[in-house]
C-alpha cells in the first residue's frame, strides 16, 4: 500500500514538472508584457504588473500588429477553407469512384507529402516572379500547396473517413433520387464527414498561421507582412523596449491559445485517428 | 448497362480528384523541378539566368559552411529527438499502464508548444536569454547562482543546445500523441495473455508494446527527419537570422535562405537545397533500414 503510494507519488510529481516546464515560457511572457521594459530589466518580476495599456501604446506607435494579425487571418481562413472543401472533394474521388490508375495516383498523392517543403521554395520564388506572386497574399491561398506549408494530409485523412464512414447504399439511393454526383459530394457527402473536416480545417490553420518562411520569401511590401514576419521584425524596431515585444510575442500566439483551449478535444482525437491509420 | 454506368461515373473520379493534381503539378512539382534546374544555372534574382554546369554543385561539396551548417542541423535535431522520443515512451508508459487522473488534460497541455508560431518561440527564448539583465539572468541572480548573470548567446554550446532544448519542448507531447495512438491499436487480449502468465508492467511494455508500435516509431522518426533536417523558424528568430554565435546554429535552411534571399546567389542557393534533398532522402532510407533490419532480429 506504501509502496503504491510512493509510485503514485513519484509518477504525479513527473507529471507536474512537465506541466510546469510546459507552461513557464507561457507565463513569463505575460508576466513580462504586463511589466514596464525598466521592471524588467531591473528587478525580477514573478507576478504580472499593471504596464499593459502602456506596452500596447509604445507597441502601436512603430508597428501596427493588427495589420499583420489581420493579414494572417486572412490568408489562413481562405487557405484553411479552400483546403478544407477542396480536400474533401478528392478524398471523396478517391474513396468512393473505381478508375483506371488509381492506385498510382493516390501514390503521388502520398509521396507528394515527403517532399521536403524547403526544396521548392527557391522555386516557387522564381516561379513566382513570373507570374505575378511576389508581394501577393494570393500566393498563400492556394489549395493544398502554399509556399511553406502543404495541407496534403487532409485528404489521406478524409479519405479514410469517407471509406468507412459513407456508406455506398447511401450514395445509391441519392443517385436513385436523380442527385448528380457533384451533388451528392456537396448535400450528402460533406456534410456527413463535417467533424473530420473541421479537424483538419484546425491542423491547416494553424499551420498556416504560424508558418514563417513562405511570406518570408515572397512578401516584401510591409503593408502585407503577415505575424511571423512582424514578430521576427520587431527585436530591430523596439532594441531595448522590452515590454512592447513581450506583448508582440503574447498578441502572436494568443490566437492560437484561444483556438486550442475551445478545440484541445478534436486536435487531440485528429492526430490520434491520423496516426492510427 | 451496369458497366456503362461505372465508366460514366469514373469520370467524375476524375474529374473530383483534378484540383489535386493541378495544384500539385504548378505549386508543389514544378518549383520542386524549377529548384532542380536552377542548381545548374548562375542567377541574381535581376540579370536572367545563365547555364554554369555543374558548377556550383562542385562549390557545394567543397564549401566548408556548408557541411558545418550540415552538422549543426544533424546535431540539433539528435539532441532533441533522443530525449523526445525517450520522454514521449516514458509518458505513454504511465498514461496506459497507470489510470492517471487528468490524462486527458496533462496531454493536452503538454502539446500546447506544438502549436505556437515557432518565429513568436525563437523571439521568445531571445528576449529570455539574452544580455546580462535578461529574465533568466534576473532569476540565476536573484537565486544567487554561480557566475551569473551569464552572457548565454555567446556561448556556442549552449545556443545550440538551447535550440535542442526549444524544439523538445515542442515536440515532446506531440510525440507522446502519437506513440498512444500506436498503443491503443495493439490487441488487448495481447495485454491480459501476458498477464495472466504473471509478466509485469515493465516486462509487458518491454517485450509487448515495444515491438508492436514499432512501426509508428519508425513514422515519428522519418518525419521527424524531415522536419528537423529543415528547421528554420527558431534558430532564425532566435539568432536574427544570422545563426551566431560561431554560427552555431546556422541551419542548412537558412544558410540556403542567406545565399539565396540575402546575397542573391539563387543558383548556389538551389544547389543548397538539392543537397538538403539528397540528405534527407538519404537519411531516411537509411534509417527505414536500420528500423526494419532491427525488427527482423527481433521477430519472432
Known sequence: MIK???????????????????????????????????????QLNLLPGNYLVENYEKLQQYVNIWSGFFNSLLVSVVFTLVSGYFGALVAFGFAKYEFKGKAFLFFVVLASMMIPGQVSIIGFYRLGLKIGLVNNLIAFMFPFFAPGV????????????????????????ARMEGCAEFGIFNKIVLPCIMPGVATMC??????????????????????????????????????????????????????????????????????TMGAEK | MKKKSINDRSRYGYLFILPFFISFVFLGLYPVLFTFSLSLQKW????????????????????????????NTLRIWIISYIPQILAALLLSAIFTMYSVKGMKAFRAIYYLPNLITAASVGLLFNLLFNGNKSVVNNILQALQAEGAPFDFFNDPVFTSNLTSYIQWWMWFGYTTILVMAGITTIDRNLFDAAQIDGAGKGQTYR?????LIKPTIVYITITSIIGGMQLF????????????????????????????FKNHNYGYSAAISVGLFVVIGLMSILSLKAMKGKGGNNGD
Open chain 1, 202 to 271: 484546425i491542423f491547416n490553420f494553424v499551420n498556416s498561421w504560424n508558418n514563417y518562411i513562405g511570406p518570408l520569401i515572397m512578401i516584401t511590401d510591409t503593408k502585407k507582412y503577415t505575424m511571423p514576419i512582424l514578430i521576427s521584425l520587431v527585436k530591430g524596431i523596439y532594441l531595448t523596449n522590452y515590454g512592447a515585444m513581450y506583448l508582440a510575442v503574447g498578441i502572436s500566439i494568443l490566437a492560437v491559445v484561444v483556438v486550442y483551449l475551445f478545440c484541445s478535444k478534436y486536435i487531440i482525437d485528429g492526430l
Open chain 2, 207 to 211: 517485450r509487448i508494446t515495444l515491438p
Open chain 2, 44 to 71: 541574381d534574382g535581376l540579370a536572367p539566368e545563365s547555364f554554369v554546369g555543374l558548377a556550383n554543385f562542385k562549390r557545394l561539396l567543397s564549401d566548408k559552411i556548408f557541411f558545418l551548417s550540415l552538422w
Open chain 1, 4 to 42: 503504491k503510494g510512493m509510485i503514485n507519488a513519484v509518477i504525479y510529481g513527473f507529471l507536474l514538472l512537465l506541466v510546469i516546464i510546459t507552461l513557464v515560457p507561457f507565463y513569463l511572457v505575460t508576466v513580462n508584457a504586463t511589466h514596464s521594459s525598466f521592471e524588467i530589466v531591473t
Open chain 1, 150 to 173: 502543404t495541407s496534403v494530409s487532409t485528404i489521406f485523412f478524409l479519405r479514410g473517413m469517407i471509406s468507412q464512414g459513407v456508406s455506398g447504399s447511401l450514395l445509391e439511393a
Open chain 2, 233 to 260: 523558424d527558431v534558430p532564425s528568430t532566435m539568432s536574427d537570422g544570422t545563426g551566431e554565435p560561431d554560427k552555431a546554429i546556422l541551419t542548412v535552411s537558412m544558410y540556403l535562405y542567406n545565399q539565396g
